[in-house]
């Protein structure tokens, strides 16, 4: 994980609400339809396993995450910021 500048994210998908593995199935898809180095930003809740998954899956598939921090407007939720690598 960087904390370099990076990119604007060319989507937020707010998962707060949505269950692992839906939430990484979903974030997969729309890292999918960017370009390679596209950037997408994703919050997940941060009081769940997914705050463990899906960071880890998406590095297991070949993503970077570039950001990975809590949410000032919501302290349970995480933000992620992922760079599309395969």
Known sequence: ???DTFE???DVLD???????LNFVKTRLALEKLP???VLEVWVNGDSE????????????????LLKEWLAEDPTALRLVVKRLK
């Not at 998962?15 to 593995?21: A, D, L, Q, S």
């Not at 997914?50 to 995450?65: D, F, M, R």
Request: include cysteine; charged fraction near 20%; aromatic fraction near 4%.
């Open 15 to 21: 998962f707060r609400t949505t269950k692992c593995p």
């Open 50 to 65: 997914s705050a463990i998954n899906v960071p880890s899956s998406l590095q297991a598939e070949g993503h970077e995450i």
């Open 1 to 3: 994980m960087t904390t």
């Open 8 to 10: 604007e994210p060319r």
């Open 36 to 38: 390679l180095g596209g």
